[in-house]
C-alpha cells in the first residue's frame, strides 16, 4: 500500500466551477503537507504549504487538513483554464527531514 | 540564476550508455534534491544534499546510480548502464536549509531521459 494516495484523474470541469482534489495517507507522523502545481513539461512549483489541521486559505485556493482522517484537500474556486495542471499532494514527517512523499499527482483540465 | 537550471532538457540513449544530468540550484540554496518521475506516477526520491554532510542515498534504486555536487552548488547525477526502466524525467530541486520536515522545495524542469 502507497504511503499516499491520490485519483489520479483526469478531471474536467467548466470555467467558474469549484474543484475539490484531495490525498489520503497512511503513515500518522506526516505533519507537514504541501500542495504543489505542474503543467506540462515544467517541475513542480509549491502552492500551498500547511502545518496543523484544519483550513488555510490564499486567493482562490483553500486547503484543508483533517489529520483525524489523514485525509487532506485542496479547493480551487472559480476554477480558470489557467487552473489546468497537474496538482500533487506532498507530505513530510519532522524526523524524515529530506525526505518528501508524494502522491501520484490529479490532471485537472478546466475548460472555458 | 533566478530559478533552478537543469540540463540537459532532453536527452534520448542507447540502452547500456551512461548519462550524466545537471543541475545549477537557486544561489543561496543549501539543499539540493534529486527525483524522479516516472509517467502517469508520483515523485519518487532519489538523493539529497545538504551542505558538507554525507548525502542521504536511501532513494538511489541501484548501484547503477550516483550523485556528487560541488560544494553548495552543481549537482550531477549520472545513470551507469541505463535500462529502459531508467526513462522518466529527472528532477532536481533546491532549498534554502534542511528544517525538519518544512522543506519548501524548488524544482526545476526536470531532464526528459528516454532511453531506447
Known amino acids: 500500500q502507497k504511503e499516499v494516495e491520490q485519483d489520479p484523474g483526469p478531471l474536467s470541469v467548466p470555467e467558474g466551477a469549484i474543484v475539490s482534489l484531495n490525498c489520503t495517507y497512511s503513515n500518522s507522523a506526516f505533519q507537514y503537507f504541501m500542495w504543489y502545481r505542474q503543467y506540462s513539461r515544467k517541475g513542480p512549483e509549491l502552492l500551498m504549504y500547511?502545518?496543523?489541521?484544519g483550513n488555510k486559505e490564499d486567493g482562490r485556493f483553500t486547503a484543508q487538513v483533517d489529520k483525524s482522517s489523514k485525509y487532506i484537500s485542496l479547493f480551487i474556486r472559480d476554477s480558470q483554464p489557467s487552473d489546468s495542471a497537474t496538482y500533487l499532494c506532498a507530505m513530510s514527517a519532522w524526523t524524515s527531514g529530506s525526505r518528501l512523499t508524494f502522491g501520484e499527482g490529479t490532471q485537472l483540465t478546466v475548460n472555458p | 540564476g533566478a530559478g533552478v537550471s537543469q540540463s540537459p532538457s532532453n536527452k534520448v540513449t542507447e540502452k547500456g550508455k551512461d548519462v550524466e544530468l545537471r543541475c545549477d540550484p537557486i544561489s543561496g540554496h543549501t539543499a539540493l534534491y534529486w527525483y524522479r518521475q516516472r509517467l502517469g506516477q508520483g515523485l519518487e526520491f532519489l538523493i539529497y544534499f545538504q551542505g558538507n554532510s554525507a548525502p542521504d542515498k536511501s532513494g538511489l534504486p541501484s548501484d547503477r546510480f550516483s550523485a556528487e555536487r560541488t560544494g553548495e552548488s552543481v549537482s550531477t547525477l549520472t545513470i551507469q548502464r541505463t535500462q529502459q526502466e531508467d526513462s522518466a524525467v529527472y528532477l532536481c530541486?533546491?532549498?534554502?536549509?534542511?528544517?525538519?520536515?518544512?522543506?519548501?522545495?524548488?524544482f526545476g524542469s526536470g531532464t526528459q531521459l528516454s532511453v531506447l
Open positions: 500547511t502545518y496543523s489541521s
Open positions: 530541486a533546491s532549498s534554502l536549509e534542511r528544517t525538519g520536515g518544512e522543506e519548501k522545495l524548488f
